[in-house]
Structures are given as C-alpha cells and as structure tokens.
C-alpha cells in the first residue's frame, strides 16, 4: 500500500512562490506516475501537473505550464511541486496522487496541502 503526505502549502500574495513536497511510503516508486491535483470550493478537482518517477518526463496543464514545475527525488521517494508567479486563482487544496504506469486512474492520494494566494 503506498501513503502520500503533502506538506509546504500555505498562504502567499500573489507573485510569490511556494514549494510543495509529496513524500511516498509504502513502496518503491520506480514504476509510478506521481500526480498532482488540485481543489477549489464548488470546482471539480483538477489536473495541474505530473511527473514519471522513472524517466522524470513531465506533463503539466496549460493553465500552469511555464508556472509550476514537477520534480522528483527517486532516492526519498519524494515529489515536488515548485509554484511561481502565483494568482489568487491557483488558490485550492492541492493533492498528490500516484498510479502504476499503464493505469488510467490514480489509485492513491494523499490529504491534501492548502495554498491560498491572496493580498
């Protein structure tokens, strides 16, 4: 069984960065997409970026790409979300999720990390 545990979020004004990190347990990670998804009141969770563990290819959703970046640390098991230039609209909970590769649904998630950017 993997277990994910997001920490770093908080609260930042707009402009300003955050670094969230998901760290993995359970589990080697080598053959896992590590994902992640975001949350705001009354919206639908949403893609926002993952990465392979394997490779490090990423993929990231068109609203933050050149914005956030996705990257790993294969020897921790740990997963990171670098966010920069921060908009009151990237404000929600963000989760990290993982799937085996070759899966359509991410089969594990973590608590979520709160991140509100505001004035």
């Known amino acids: 069984q993997v277990r994910l545990v997001e920490s770093g979020g ?3 004004e707009p402009g300003g960065s955050l670094r969230l990190s998901c760290a993995a347990s359970g589990r080697t990670l080598s053959m896992y997409v590590m994902g ?3 949350q705001d009141q ?3 969770r949403e893609f926002v970026g993952a990465i392979t563990m394997a ?3 990423t993929s990231y ?3 933050v790409k050149g914005r956030f970046t996705v990257s790993r640390d294969s020897v921790r098991n740990t997963v990171y979300l670098q966010l920069n230039s921060l908009k009151p609209e990237d404000t929600a909970v963000y989760y990290c999720a993982a799937k085996p590769r070759g899966e ?4 594990h998630w973590g608590q979520g990390t709160q991140v509100t950017v505001s004035s």
């Open 10 to 12: 908080g609260m930042v």
């Open 36 to 38: 992640w998804f975001r």
């Open 42 to 44: 009354g919206n639908e």
């Open 55 to 57: 490779e490090g290819l």
């Open 61 to 63: 959703a068109d609203s």
């Open 104 to 107: 359509s649904k991410y089969t």
